[in-house]
């Protein structure tokens, strides 16, 4: 059964997602800065994944496509359903820039990790990119953060540069991962063998069960 559900972020969601982000990262986002980005659906795009109660339906079997599975259960993935019900376990949010799609944030709770949901979130952003009408994603990660740039290696990011001392707390240097085209066909037949793959961990795999 799968219990992990991607949902769309909403105000409401804000402080669980701090609390997130606090676990997570050296200098987390304000619930202010969020708040902005939730104001500016035109360019910026936040999910969150959801640990389903026990009595919400299993997210359906595999399906036909990626996004399909990702956002069938919510209806339209740029309507306004009424919110799943569940703990917020992970958050990720892009940006369309006015050149390529940058991922500004993706993260897990440090008791959830290493279950497919960070490939969960950075799926739904891939299928958010595609609906901003970006070609090419960027992000920028810690060079010491090789659990994150692992999961972006296999999504097909690679590296571009670093930047040196980009990061403030600790003037640690910045990898800047890209993928040049999500369009291509390609990516898209690599995205739906990951996704296959990891739907069926999921659903053979829940160690809550
Ligand atoms: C990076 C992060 C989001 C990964 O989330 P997660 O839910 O544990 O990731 P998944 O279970 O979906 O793992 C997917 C892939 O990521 C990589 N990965 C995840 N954690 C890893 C780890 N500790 N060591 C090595 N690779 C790891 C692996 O390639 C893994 O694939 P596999 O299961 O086939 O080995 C999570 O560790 C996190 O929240 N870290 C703190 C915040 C952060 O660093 N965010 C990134 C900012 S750029």
Redesign the pocket.
């Known amino acids: 059964m799968v219990r992990y559900a991607i949902d769309h972020l909403r105000e409401a969601d804000l402080d669980d997602v701090h609390a997130i982000d606090t676990s997570?990262?050296s200098m987390p986002w304000s619930i202010d800065t969020y708040r902005q980005e939730l104001r500016a659906p035109q360019r910026s795009r936040y999910v969150v994944a959801r640990f389903l109660v026990a009595d919400t339906p299993p997210v359906p079997p595999p399906l036909h496509s990626v996004r399909t599975r990702l956002f069938g259960m919510l209806g339209q993935s740029d309507g306004a359903p009424a919110p799943l019900s569940g703990t917020i376990v992970?958050h990720a949010g892009i940006m369309r820039t006015p050149t390529d799609g940058h991922i500004t944030?993706?993260?897990?709770l440090p008791e959830?990790?290493?279950?497919?949901?960070?490939?969960l979130l950075l799926l739904a952003l891939i299928e958010h990119a595609y609906d901003l009408g970006v070609r090419s994603l960027t992000?920028e990660?810690r060079t010491s953060?090789?659990?994150?740039q692992?999961?972006y290696a296999?999504y097909g990011f690679f590296i571009m540069h670093t930047v040196a001392g980009y990061y403030r707390d600790n003037h640690e240097d910045a990898v800047v991962m890209v993928i040049a085209d999500i369009t291509s066909l390609s990516f898209r037949e690599q995205t739906k063998e990951r996704s296959d793959a990891l739907y069926q961990r999921l659903i053979h795999k829940n160690p809550r069960t």
């Open positions: 997570s990262f992970g944030t993706l993260a897990v959830h990790r290493r279950q497919g949901v960070g490939e992000l990660v953060n090789m659990a994150a692992q999961l296999k």
